[in-house]
């Protein structure tokens, strides 16, 4: 992992530059070249991961038109909001 500062670093996982911001509190990670997709959300006190992961972890690739949804990452914060 590369730290950019105090409060923020980089991490590749799965091909992907992965951006960690957090604070006190909280730990946010970001893929920008998903569309800025959040694909964590972690309380820093109790450990607890917000976001849903698949079995076996997060699998990060970009979609394509008209991919099903089934066939997503199943992965980030969209994921958790409606349409």
Known sequence: MHVLSNNCAV???????????????VELAVVPELGARIISLKDLHTGREWLWHP?????????RAGD?????????????LPR
């Open 11 to 25: 991490r590749h996982e799965q091909g992907f530059e992965v951006f960690i911001i957090r604070n006190q509190d």
């Open 55 to 63: 079995a076996g972890g997060p699998k990060l690739f970009r979609n």
């Open 68 to 80: 099903n949804f089934e066939s997503s990452p199943l992965v980030g914060l969209d994921e958790c």
